[in-house]
Protein backbone atom coordinates (compact mmCIF):
# COMPACT_ATOMS: atom_id res chain seq x y z
CA UNK A 1 0.00 0.00 0.00
CA UNK A 2 1.32 3.36 -0.91
CA UNK A 3 1.83 5.87 2.06
CA UNK A 4 0.05 8.25 1.93
CA UNK A 5 2.44 11.00 2.21
CA UNK A 6 4.61 9.15 -0.02
CA UNK A 7 1.72 9.76 -2.70
CA UNK A 8 1.40 13.53 -1.72
CA UNK A 9 5.20 13.96 -1.77
CA UNK A 10 5.17 13.06 -5.28
CA UNK A 11 1.78 15.13 -6.45
CA UNK A 12 3.65 17.92 -5.40
CA UNK A 13 7.14 17.35 -6.93
CA UNK A 14 5.18 16.92 -10.50
CA UNK A 15 3.20 19.90 -10.11
CA UNK A 16 6.40 22.11 -9.16
CA UNK A 17 8.19 20.30 -12.01
CA UNK A 18 5.46 21.22 -14.73
CA UNK A 19 5.53 24.77 -13.16
CA UNK A 20 9.00 25.14 -14.62
CA UNK A 21 9.93 25.32 -18.41
CA UNK A 22 13.81 24.61 -19.62
CA UNK A 23 14.72 28.31 -20.40
CA UNK A 24 13.44 28.66 -16.21
CA UNK A 25 16.75 27.03 -15.43
CA UNK A 26 19.23 27.96 -18.05
CA UNK A 27 18.50 24.52 -20.20
CA UNK A 28 17.93 24.19 -24.04
CA UNK A 29 14.68 23.66 -24.83
CA UNK A 30 15.65 21.10 -27.54
CA UNK A 31 13.25 20.10 -30.26
CA UNK A 32 9.69 18.67 -29.54
CA UNK A 33 8.70 18.60 -26.08
CA UNK A 34 5.47 16.41 -24.82
CA UNK A 35 5.31 17.86 -21.67
CA UNK A 36 4.93 21.45 -20.49
CA UNK A 37 7.41 21.84 -17.76
CA UNK A 38 10.64 19.91 -17.31
CA UNK A 39 10.85 16.16 -18.01
CA UNK A 40 11.71 14.19 -14.96
CA UNK A 41 15.81 13.47 -16.26
CA UNK A 42 16.03 17.47 -16.69
CA UNK A 43 14.95 17.79 -12.90
CA UNK A 44 16.93 15.10 -11.81
CA UNK A 45 19.74 16.13 -13.51
CA UNK A 46 19.66 19.79 -11.90
CA UNK A 47 19.18 17.83 -8.43
CA UNK A 48 22.17 15.81 -9.20
CA UNK A 49 19.97 12.49 -8.70
CA UNK A 50 19.84 9.72 -11.13
CA UNK A 51 16.16 9.70 -13.02
CA UNK A 52 15.15 6.39 -11.55
CA UNK A 53 15.56 7.40 -8.15
CA UNK A 54 13.41 10.51 -9.07
CA UNK A 55 10.84 8.80 -10.50
CA UNK A 56 10.86 6.48 -7.88
CA UNK A 57 9.58 9.66 -5.34
CA UNK A 58 7.08 11.45 -7.48
CA UNK A 59 5.25 7.43 -8.10
CA UNK A 60 5.37 7.48 -3.99
CA UNK A 61 7.37 4.87 -4.12
CA UNK A 62 9.07 3.53 -1.43
CA UNK A 63 11.84 6.36 -1.15
CA UNK A 64 12.88 8.17 1.72
CA UNK A 65 15.20 11.26 0.68
CA UNK A 66 17.85 12.70 2.96
CA UNK A 67 17.83 16.20 3.62
CA UNK A 68 20.35 16.67 1.80
CA UNK A 69 18.34 15.45 -1.38
CA UNK A 70 15.58 17.87 -0.58
CA UNK A 71 17.91 21.21 -0.26
CA UNK A 72 19.00 19.80 -3.79
CA UNK A 73 15.24 19.56 -4.84
CA UNK A 74 14.39 22.65 -3.36
CA UNK A 75 17.14 24.32 -5.00
CA UNK A 76 16.29 22.82 -8.59
CA UNK A 77 12.89 23.09 -8.23
CA UNK A 78 12.88 27.14 -7.45
CA UNK A 79 10.71 26.71 -4.40
CA UNK A 80 9.92 29.57 -2.14
CA UNK A 81 10.44 29.64 1.85
CA UNK A 82 6.73 28.18 2.39
CA UNK A 83 6.88 25.21 -0.34
CA UNK A 84 10.64 24.16 1.13
CA UNK A 85 8.60 23.94 4.13
CA UNK A 86 5.79 22.03 2.59
CA UNK A 87 8.40 19.96 0.52
CA UNK A 88 10.26 19.20 4.27
CA UNK A 89 7.25 18.36 6.38
CA UNK A 90 5.82 15.52 3.34
CA UNK A 91 9.03 14.24 3.18
CA UNK A 92 9.65 13.35 7.09
CA UNK A 93 6.29 12.46 7.34
CA UNK A 94 6.55 9.77 4.52
CA UNK A 95 9.93 8.66 6.47
CA UNK A 96 7.66 7.18 9.40
CA UNK A 97 5.44 4.50 9.17
CA UNK A 98 2.17 5.09 8.65
CA UNK A 99 -0.24 5.39 11.70
CA UNK A 100 -2.92 2.86 12.29
CA UNK A 101 -4.96 5.66 14.12
CA UNK A 102 -4.80 9.32 14.35
CA UNK A 103 -5.99 11.51 16.97
CA UNK A 104 -8.99 13.15 15.27
CA UNK A 105 -11.00 14.60 18.18
CA UNK A 106 -13.79 17.18 16.99
CA UNK A 107 -12.56 20.34 16.56
CA UNK A 108 -13.98 22.73 19.33
CA UNK A 109 -14.40 26.77 19.61
CA UNK A 110 -12.78 27.60 23.57
CA UNK A 111 -15.28 30.02 25.25
CA UNK A 112 -12.70 32.44 25.50
CA UNK A 113 -12.99 33.11 21.84
CA UNK A 114 -16.79 33.00 21.77
CA UNK A 115 -16.44 35.90 24.22
CA UNK A 116 -13.84 37.40 21.65
CA UNK A 117 -16.04 37.45 18.54
CA UNK A 118 -18.62 39.15 20.73
CA UNK A 119 -17.07 41.88 21.64
CA UNK A 120 -15.08 42.43 18.26
CA UNK A 121 -16.66 45.11 16.59
CA UNK A 122 -15.55 43.75 12.82
CA UNK A 123 -16.59 40.89 10.83
CA UNK A 124 -14.91 37.60 12.36
CA UNK A 125 -15.55 33.83 11.67
CA UNK A 126 -13.49 30.99 13.29
CA UNK A 127 -12.50 28.26 11.20
CA UNK A 128 -11.71 24.54 12.01
CA UNK A 129 -8.14 23.02 9.92
CA UNK A 130 -10.33 21.89 6.83
CA UNK A 131 -11.79 25.50 6.52
CA UNK A 132 -15.26 24.61 8.33
CA UNK A 133 -17.18 27.20 9.61
CA UNK A 134 -17.30 26.93 13.55
CA UNK A 135 -18.26 30.24 14.54
CA UNK A 136 -19.01 33.92 13.77
CA UNK A 137 -20.35 37.22 14.77
CA UNK A 138 -22.93 39.10 14.37
CA UNK A 139 -20.52 41.91 12.17
CA UNK A 140 -19.98 38.52 9.81
CA UNK A 141 -23.54 38.00 9.40
CA UNK A 142 -23.99 41.54 8.01
CA UNK A 143 -21.19 40.97 6.01
CA UNK A 144 -21.52 37.17 4.51
CA UNK A 145 -24.75 36.26 5.39
CA UNK A 146 -26.44 34.52 8.05
CA UNK A 147 -24.61 30.89 8.15
CA UNK A 148 -27.36 29.39 10.35
CA UNK A 149 -29.46 29.27 7.13
CA UNK A 150 -27.30 26.58 5.67
CA UNK A 151 -26.72 22.68 6.91
CA UNK A 152 -23.93 22.05 9.52
CA UNK A 153 -22.23 20.05 6.90
CA UNK A 154 -22.39 22.54 4.16
CA UNK A 155 -20.46 25.24 6.67
CA UNK A 156 -17.20 25.15 5.01
CA UNK A 157 -15.58 27.79 3.12
CA UNK A 158 -14.24 26.49 0.18
CA UNK A 159 -17.61 24.34 -0.78
CA UNK A 160 -19.01 27.71 -0.05
CA UNK A 161 -16.76 29.74 -2.18
CA UNK A 162 -17.59 27.15 -5.52
CA UNK A 163 -21.12 27.54 -4.95
CA UNK A 164 -22.86 29.34 -7.65
CA UNK A 165 -25.91 29.56 -6.55
CA UNK A 166 -24.18 32.34 -3.22
CA UNK A 167 -21.44 33.34 -4.92
CA UNK A 168 -23.95 34.72 -7.98
CA UNK A 169 -21.59 33.27 -10.93
CA UNK A 170 -18.43 34.16 -9.29
CA UNK A 171 -18.06 37.77 -10.49
CA UNK A 172 -15.87 39.38 -7.98
CA UNK A 173 -12.88 40.65 -9.70
CA UNK A 174 -9.90 38.97 -7.39
CA UNK A 175 -12.29 35.58 -6.57
CA UNK A 176 -9.01 33.65 -8.37
CA UNK A 177 -6.67 34.63 -5.65
CA UNK A 178 -8.99 34.50 -3.13
CA UNK A 179 -9.75 30.76 -3.89
CA UNK A 180 -6.07 30.25 -4.42
CA UNK A 181 -5.44 31.32 -0.70
CA UNK A 182 -8.14 28.73 0.69
CA UNK A 183 -7.03 26.26 -1.45
CA UNK A 184 -3.37 26.68 -0.41
CA UNK A 185 -4.97 26.21 3.66
CA UNK A 186 -7.01 23.10 2.53
CA UNK A 187 -3.39 21.75 1.13
CA UNK A 188 -1.61 22.34 4.27
CA UNK A 189 -4.16 20.58 5.98
CA UNK A 190 -3.81 17.82 3.84
CA UNK A 191 0.09 17.73 4.31
CA UNK A 192 -1.24 16.92 8.19
CA UNK A 193 -3.13 14.49 7.88
CA UNK A 194 -4.20 13.21 4.16
CA UNK A 195 -6.50 10.46 4.71
CA UNK A 196 -8.54 12.80 7.31
CA UNK A 197 -12.11 11.77 6.28
CA UNK A 198 -13.33 15.39 6.17
CA UNK A 199 -10.07 16.48 3.55
CA UNK A 200 -11.37 13.68 1.74
CA UNK A 201 -15.27 14.35 1.58
CA UNK A 202 -14.73 18.31 0.79
CA UNK A 203 -11.79 17.55 -1.65
CA UNK A 204 -13.58 14.52 -2.91
CA UNK A 205 -17.05 16.38 -3.95
CA UNK A 206 -15.58 19.64 -4.94
CA UNK A 207 -13.20 17.49 -7.76
CA UNK A 208 -16.23 15.94 -8.78
CA UNK A 209 -18.67 19.03 -9.64
CA UNK A 210 -16.06 21.65 -10.50
CA UNK A 211 -13.39 22.12 -13.08
CA UNK A 212 -12.49 25.20 -11.62
CA UNK A 213 -11.59 23.24 -8.49
CA UNK A 214 -9.89 20.66 -10.54
CA UNK A 215 -7.47 22.82 -12.34
CA UNK A 216 -6.48 24.84 -8.77
CA UNK A 217 -6.26 22.18 -6.53
CA UNK A 218 -3.88 20.54 -9.22
CA UNK A 219 -1.31 23.72 -9.05
CA UNK A 220 -0.63 21.84 -5.56
CA UNK A 221 -0.51 25.70 -3.79
CA UNK A 222 0.38 26.09 0.15
CA UNK A 223 -0.73 28.34 2.16
CA UNK A 224 0.10 27.93 5.74
CA UNK A 225 -0.75 31.07 7.24
CA UNK A 226 -2.45 33.69 5.24
CA UNK A 227 -3.53 37.32 5.26
CA UNK A 228 -5.01 39.66 1.88
CA UNK A 229 -7.70 42.18 1.01
CA UNK A 230 -10.66 40.58 -0.52
CA UNK A 231 -13.35 42.66 -2.11
CA UNK A 232 -16.96 42.07 -1.21
CA UNK A 233 -20.17 43.43 -2.85
CA UNK A 234 -23.37 44.21 -1.08
CA UNK A 235 -26.38 45.32 -2.29
CA UNK A 236 -26.68 47.46 0.47
CA UNK A 237 -24.03 49.89 1.07
CA UNK A 238 -21.92 49.07 -2.15
CA UNK A 239 -18.70 47.14 -3.07
CA UNK A 240 -15.78 47.56 0.15
CA UNK A 241 -12.71 46.15 -0.05
CA UNK A 242 -11.33 44.73 3.73
CA UNK A 243 -7.94 43.58 5.00
CA UNK A 244 -8.02 39.48 5.87
CA UNK A 245 -5.94 38.03 8.32
CA UNK A 246 -5.84 34.70 10.40
CA UNK A 247 -4.70 33.95 14.00
CA UNK A 248 -4.55 30.17 15.68
CA UNK A 249 -6.37 29.49 18.38
CA UNK A 250 -5.12 26.70 21.11
CA UNK A 251 -5.11 23.34 20.14
CA UNK A 252 -3.03 21.00 18.03
CA UNK A 253 -3.74 21.16 15.50
CA UNK A 254 -6.34 23.94 16.56
CA UNK A 255 -9.03 26.30 14.93
CA UNK A 256 -8.17 29.91 13.89
CA UNK A 257 -9.61 33.23 13.81
CA UNK A 258 -10.61 34.96 10.22
CA UNK A 259 -11.06 38.64 10.83
CA UNK A 260 -12.00 41.00 8.07
CA UNK A 261 -11.08 44.83 8.82
CA UNK A 262 -10.60 48.00 7.01
CA UNK A 263 -8.60 51.03 6.75
CA UNK A 264 -9.49 53.46 9.98
CA UNK A 265 -11.52 56.56 8.69
CA UNK A 266 -11.73 55.37 4.90
CA UNK A 267 -15.03 54.65 2.63
CA UNK A 268 -14.61 51.07 3.26
CA UNK A 269 -14.61 51.49 7.28
CA UNK A 270 -18.06 53.94 6.49
CA UNK A 271 -19.35 51.33 4.32
CA UNK A 272 -18.75 48.46 6.61
CA UNK A 273 -20.09 50.28 9.62
CA UNK A 274 -23.39 51.23 7.84
CA UNK A 275 -23.71 46.96 7.17
CA UNK A 276 -23.39 46.31 10.31
CA UNK A 277 -26.15 49.13 11.81
CA UNK A 278 -28.25 47.75 8.76
CA UNK A 279 -27.88 44.53 10.24
CA UNK A 280 -28.10 45.19 13.41
CA UNK A 281 -31.61 46.95 13.00
CA UNK A 282 -32.93 44.15 10.83
CA UNK A 283 -32.26 41.30 13.48
CA UNK A 284 -33.69 43.42 16.18
CA UNK A 285 -36.82 43.49 14.40
CA UNK A 286 -37.35 40.03 13.50
CA UNK A 287 -36.31 38.90 17.51
CA UNK A 288 -39.33 41.52 18.43
CA UNK A 289 -42.59 39.29 19.03
Known sequence: MTHPYARELGDFLRARRDRLHPDDVGLEPGGRRRVAGL??????????????????????????????????????LALDDEERRHLFTLAHAARRPARARVDRAPEVVPDSARRLLRVLHTPAVVLGRHLDLLAWNRQAEALLGDPGDLPPDRLNMLLLLFDDELTRGRTCADWERQ??????????????????PRATAIV????????????????????????????????????????WSTYPLP????????????????????????????HATRTTGRDRP
Not at 52 to 75: F, I, K
Not at 217 to 224: L, P
Open 39 to 76: RREELALLAGLSTDYYQRMEQGRDVRPSDDVLDALATA
Open 204 to 243: GELSIRSAEFRRLWARHDVRASVSGTKTFHSPAVGDLTLE
Open 251 to 278: GRPGPFLLVFTAEPDSADADRLHLLGSL
Open 179 to 196: ALDYIGMMRAAVAADPTH
